[in-house]
């Protein structure tokens, strides 16, 4: 017969069949499986491992309906997740149970995005709030020529460009994100020609806009390979959005300069510029 292990002891029992053992045999010889199990170190890590240390019973032993030499057998590479164990001998006693592998819990990372706010200006900045049950510390780069803090949480006196900032936990866990930062007045610059702008795009896989300027209402259209598309305003916030393509929806929108960030069916992003006077 069947004996389910108790995680908590991490020591799994199984009797004999008496149909094929007498009672003293079966007092002797019971088959027994110790668990040893190691967590990853970090979320979406595979450095965990599991190991099984078998004794009694009759070897060879199989594990997951497979014969293994010896008494030890090591799972190895794992994620967090939970893990099915059986094992038997060749008297067909059994054990089996279920092991879970946990990992830390990853920090709740968000940023807000300030873009800078002339042609060649540097008063771009990145707003980084990080959440984590550890200590953090930072460490950012980027390709533009100007000198950042390296180790600051925040980032202010950006001009535009692409930044890396690495995120370490004190338990070792790292996590890497990037932010972009734009020139949102060369982009609206007032000499711009947005009708040739819009012309140019008018494709069926793209998203249109127009009027581009406009003085509050706007109509945004999508191609067929769009799947969705969210307006959002200068302090980053989401003041519309949809899904789907061939959508046709008029907005009303308050003075200011938005950007319409679509993604097509693909998963790729693009960004589209918006000024309402």
């Not at 079966?26 to 027994?32: A, F, Q």
């Not at 968000?110 to 540097?122: K, L, P, R």
């Not at 950042?148 to 070792?172: F, H, K, R």
Request: glycine content about 8%.
């Amino acid at each position: 017969m069947k004996t389910k292990f108790n995680l908590k002891s991490i020591l799994m029992t199984a009797l004999v069949s008496t149909s094929l053992f007498t009672n003293a045999q079966v007092d002797k010889v019971p088959l027994t499986v110790a668990v040893a199990m190691t967590n990853p170190t970090c979320q979406n890590y595979n450095n965990g491992e599991i190991t099984l240390t078998i004794s009694g019973g009759f070897p060879p032993y199989t594990f997951n309906g497979v014969q293994i030499a010896g008494s030890q057998v090591t799972m190895g590479a794992l994620t967090a997740g939970n893990y099915s164990i059986q094992v038997s001998d060749v008297s067909l006693a059994s054990s089996s149970g279920e092991v879970i592998l946990q990992s830390p819990q990853a920090p709740q990372i968000s940023a807000i995005i300030g873009d800078v706010t002339e042609f060649g200006g540097s008063n771009g900045y990145i707003d980084l709030t990080v959440n984590s049950q550890y200590n953090v510390a930072y460490s950012w780069s980027t390709q533009e020529q100007i000198q950042i803090d390296g180790s600051s949480e925040d980032q202010t006196g950006l001009v535009a460009g692409i930044y890396d900032v690495t995120i370490t936990e004190s338990n070792g866990c790292q996590y890497a994100k990037r932010y972009t930062i734009q020139e949102n007045d060369q982009l609206f610059s007032p000499n711009m020609d947005f009708a040739t702008q819009e012309s140019n795009e008018n494709e069926i896989s793209e998203i249109t806009v127009f009027p581009n300027p406009s003085f509050g209402e706007v109509t945004i259209k999508t191609g067929d390979k769009i799947a969705e598309y969210a307006v959002v305003n200068e302090m980053g916030t989401t003041v519309a959005q949809g899904k789907g393509s061939f959508a046709n929806e008029t907005l009303n929108l308050k003075t200011g300069k938005y950007y319409i960030i679509s993604t097509d069916i693909n998963g790729n992003t693009t960004r589209k510029y918006l000024q309402i006077l």
